[in-house]
């Protein structure tokens, strides 16, 4: 049957066969299906994940239908969960959608193995109690936790999960690795091979920049005591020297040369942000190391061995004005070099395997493949657990966020996020739940956020009193367009992290929508 | 503290009925706010795609009741996996039909009017009778062409300020994979779609030569195929993207290339990629896009709470980037200015004004319509109407506007050179010569 590939096709130009393949493999549980909750499974049934499992006690009220489009008038009073597990089979028949009619809360109380079945939970609309005790039991049980929160114009989304390792990030902009600043011998020979000066203006101007580049800059070593152009001043004059080999104006591979010249002086050797994972204590590797940190340790060696300083080629190279023929034979140059270097790591990694006493054949020829041709790229997320950064958010990023412009509103709906579930827990609603008492609401919200702003030692620290009157107008409300924002955000991380592809975020990110100066915290 | 009695307004009325200090200047909370949203507030949706499917039902669950929807498309297989309102075996049928009815059952007393038709087949009084126009497009040239008709209704007071009630407001959204944005148009006040049409650059295409002489990628081998191959074998015969035995005679072409010059990564979905342009498209990014917009429509009317200023920025490929800029209005801009000023004899004839804006170097308009105060002076298209209004080219200009010595007409045509066509609409300030009442003063102001 060709359907279902062609229904995803839009997507697999995105996460590939592979990840469609993760997706489907994954069982995620979702806990209360209000708009929130539901807009996000909406988004991963449609996309196709294996299973959904909606948790939610909750009657269906005349309210629900205002706000959450899975929810039907013939319903009102039904199961909330059952209702919206309905409309989501219809989605998407492929996926298996169950639901279990209890309250998340008691669920966490009663029965924490539950949680152990699923690849990941969605826990929306929980309070800070149940939020803290949930992510205990699935960091035990090593189930990944998103949770997603709408609140009137405000709401957040925060990942738990210990560790997450990421190969394919697939960033937007990232330099091809060209190696210009670095030629090894096979590309420096056949650079030597072709003559820049070539009389014929055809082959003049169908000379590959990759070619020209390593030629000037070594002619340009031999003038200058083998080093690389790095001032300004020498870097304007080989950029000069590139525009005056040119024999005519319409040379488009000189041009490219000249605004490529910059990866001649780049720095050679390995980012910053690689050198941390390399020196991170999980690439100590023992036999519980995953494949990621085994092949991060081959990667330590291999950089510090035959790879001279540098991570294995990535071995493709991008698109340039070249003869076919010269083009396709740089290719190969790039791509046999690339194939050296990741039989050296494949060596290195079943080393190591047989070293920490696992079987040396463990690790799959094709993850080890994906591993090199990602090398520069690959990403270590980590998360605090929620209780941890509830009683010790991070001081010096706290007081910055409180003192930032660009920062205040959202730290202050994180403030009193926190607040109103404070105020729920004292008073057995949330401020301005109900109308009337309004004022009294508001003063008792902000005596509360006053004593968690202490608690947090910022006792300095105010909020204004227009944000306090905000969140007390927003009496907990569930607004569609708010939960199908966070909605949307909280299932595109949970893509992000089953497919193991692109770069989850980082921090809690506050939606703010008001003027949607959002902002992700990092406490 | 009293329970509040149900209702389905629950969570909506905590915005529309209680006051706030971080709200628009005319919020006036209040029960009447959220029946005058229901009985007397329209918007129209453009597009019925992956965007337009989200605006529909967050608007429904936004506390609009009148909405209507255009769009030209039918449903396709790859819709399924974001176009949420969509079943298999819907493939085929009109998707702003489809749409309107599956919001509908779902949403009590929201009505739904579909249009399943091109932009351009609507007159301009269908754009001005709604109170906000959002957009869930994929087109640059369907935007343009929107922007243009919400701008026309536009008009500026003596002291050059846009006159409020005829501001129509927009909310424009796009996606692309992870990456989209949302921004609201207040035309006049904010910058307008044209303003900032840098924002949005050209696609880059393949030089020929480079596709005849020199191909190095999969891409190139593709496009050969489809651009040059198809027309030197099938002569005459125009290439039809959505023929599965036309883009599979591409494809083999493609493979035999690549084949010949060593070239790797010719795939059939690489083929369709290509030559269709497609733009990957996601569930999560336009939801989230959409949501950003709906919610705006819903600020931008009500007042509950200010607004973007007035571009948001979305990427969620590495980590979560969301940015907001203000942008500013293009003072020079030829759509939401205060129109191109045309001054005339008051002799001159409509075809004698159809012949001169062809020649306008800001115009380069051909195949004109027009239309003054919502009156068809000369409409190209259709026949029946060219051929009702013909008789008026003869006519004198200021006669058939009533001669009146001053005022707004709008012309709709094909403007640009050779190629690269499209349809769009102007405003023009026609002013008659040597008529009382106007003086030099008012002419200098819209120069
Ligand atoms: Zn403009």
Redesign the pocket.
């Known amino acids: 049957m060709a359907e279902p590939k062609t229904k995803y096709d839009r997507q697999l130009r995105i996460w590939g066969e592979q990840g469609q393949e993760a997706l489907e493999k994954s069982s995620i549980c979702l806990l209360n299906c209000g708009p929130t909750g539901s807009e996000t499974l909406k988004n991963l049934v449609l996309g196709g994940v294996g299973s959904v499992t909606v948790v939610d006690g909750s009657k269906l009220e005349l309210g629900d239908l205002g706000n959450n489009f899975m929810v039907d008038e013939s319903s009102v009073g039904q199961s909330k969960a059952k209702t919206v597990c309905a409309f989501l089979q219809e989605l998407n028949d492929a996926v298996k959608a169950k639901f279990i009619e209890e309250h998340p809360e008691a669920l966490i109380e009663s029965n924490p193995s539950f949680f152990s079945q699923f690849t990941l939970v969605v826990a929306t609309q929980l309070v800070e109690d149940s939020m803290v005790k949930l992510d205990k039991i699935c960091r035990d049980a090593n189930v990944m936790l998103i949770f997603a929160r709408s609140y009137g114009l405000t709401g957040f989304v925060r990942i738990s999960v210990k560790e997450h390792a990421v190969i394919e990030s697939k960033p937007d902009h990232f330099l091809d690795d060209l190696r210009l600043n670095n030629p090894w011998p096979e590309l420096r020979r056949f650079a030597e091979t072709i003559d820049l000066d070539v009389a014929d203006p055809v082959v003049h101007k169908h000379t590959p920049y990759v070619i020209i580049l390593i030629k000037m800059a070594e002619e340009w070593a031999k003038s200058h005591g083998g080093t690389l152009p790095s001032t300004r001043e020498d870097k304007k004059e080989f950029k000069d020297l590139i525009k005056a080999r040119m024999i005519a104006s319409d040379e488009d591979n000189y041009k490219e040369a000249m605004e490529a010249s910059f990866k001649v002086f780049a720095p050679r050797g390995i980012s910053p942000s690689l050198q941390q994972i390399i020196n991170d204590s999980s690439s100590e590797v023992n036999s519980n190391s995953s494949e990621f940190w085994v092949m991060v340790a081959a990667l330590k060696e291999f950089i510090a061995n035959e790879g001279g300083g540098e991570v294995p080629l990535e071995g493709s190279i991008p698109d340039m004005t070249s003869s076919t023929e010269l083009y396709v034979t740089l290719q190969k140059i790039y791509q046999a070099k690339a194939e050296t270097d990741f039989l050296a790591m494949e060596q290195r990694v079943k080393k190591i395997l047989k070293r920490i006493g696992r079987d040396p054949d463990s690790i799959s020829k094709a993850n080890i493949k994906s591993f090199c041709k990602n090398a520069r790229k690959v990403k270590v997320c980590r998360y605090r657990l929620i209780e941890d950064e509830f009683n010790s958010p991070v001081q010096p990023e706290l007081q910055k966020y409180l003192t930032d412009e660009d920062y205040s509103v959202a730290v202050g709906f994180y403030i009193l996020l926190r607040s109103a579930d404070r105020y729920a827990a004292n008073y057995n609603s949330f401020p301005g739940q109900f109308d009337g008492e309004m004022d009294e609401d508001i003063s008792r919200l902000k005596t509360i956020a006053v004593a968690l702003l202490g608690d947090l030692g910022c006792n300095g620290s105010t909020l204004t009193e227009d944000l306090i009157n905000e969140m007390c107008r927003y009496g907990a409300a569930e607004l569609h367009a708010v939960a199908a924002f966070v909605g949307g955000i909280a299932s595109q991380e949970v893509i992000k992290l089953i497919t193991k592809q692109f770069v989850p975020m980082c921090g809690t990110f506050i939606f703010n929508g008001i003027d949607h100066k959002s902002q992700l915290l990092s406490l | 503290m009293t329970a509040a009695t149900p209702s389905r307004s629950r969570d909506l009325d905590k915005l529309l009925l209680r006051p706030g200090h971080l709200v628009g200047p005319n919020f006036e909370p209040g029960p009447e706010l959220r029946e005058d949203i229901k009985e007397y507030v329209k918007v129209l949706v453009v597009g019925a795609g992956g965007l337009g499917c989200e605006l529909l039902k967050d608007l429904a669950l936004s506390g609009f009741r009148n909405l209507d929807v255009i769009d030209m498309d039918r449903i396709e297989v790859t819709n399924l996996n974001r176009q949420f309102l969509f079943r298999l075996e819907d493939v085929g049928k009109p998707k702003a039909e489809v749409a309107a009815k599956r919001v509908m059952e779902r949403v009590g007393g929201v009505n739904i009017m579909s249009h399943f038709c091109r932009i351009e087949d609507k007159p301009l009084d269908f754009y001005s009778d709604f109170s906000i126009i959002v957009l869930g497009l994929d087109s640059i040239e369907a935007r343009s062409y929107i922007n243009a008709v919400a701008?026309s209704f536009l008009e500026y007071d003596t002291d050059d300020n846009p006159r409020e009630e005829t501001v129509k407001p927009m909310v424009d959204g796009g996606t692309e994979g992870f990456k989209g944005h949302a921004r609201i148009i207040m035309p006049g006040t904010t910058?307008?779609?044209?303003?900032t049409i840098w924002l949005f650059p050209p696609q880059v295409k393949f030089p020929l030569c480079t596709l005849a002489e020199t191909p190095r990628t999969a891409a190139h081998c593709i496009e050969y195929a489809h651009l040059i191959k198809w027309d030197e074998v099938h002569s005459g015969k125009t290439f039809d993207p959505d023929n599965p035995e036309h883009m599979q005679w591409v494809y083999s072409e493609a493979v035999k290339r690549a084949e010949l010059f060593g070239i790797p990564g010719v795939t059939y979905s690489l083929t369709q990629g290509v030559v269709k342009n497609i733009i990957p498209a996601i569930a999560s990014t336009n939801a989230i896009i959409s949501a950003a917009c709906a919610l705006e429509t819903l600020k931008i009317i009500s007042g509950c709470s200010r607004t973007l200023t007035n571009y948001l920025t979305y990427n969620g490929v590495e980590g979560l980037h969301t940015k907001v800029t203000e942008f500013v209005?293009?003072r020079e801009?030829l759509?939401?200015?205060p129109g191109v000023l045309i001054e005339l004899d008051t002799s001159i004839t409509l075809r004698k004004f159809i012949d001169l804006l062809e020649g306008h170097p800001g115009l380069l308009l051909s195949r004109v319509s027009v239309t003054h105060r919502g009156k068809n002076l000369y409409m190209q298209a259709p026949p029946v109407l060219e051929e009702m209004t013909r008789s008026n080219l003869d006519v004198p200009l200021f006669d058939l506007m009533d001669k009146i010595p001053k005022d707004i007409v709008h012309v709709n045509g094909m403007a640009g050179k050779g190629d690269k066509k499209q349809s769009c609409l102007r405003k023009l300030r026609v002013v008659f010569n040597g008529i009382d009442g106007v003086t030099d003063v008012d002419m200098a102001g819209g120069a």
């Open positions: 701008c910058p307008c779609f044209e303003c209005r293009d801009c759509v939401c200015g």
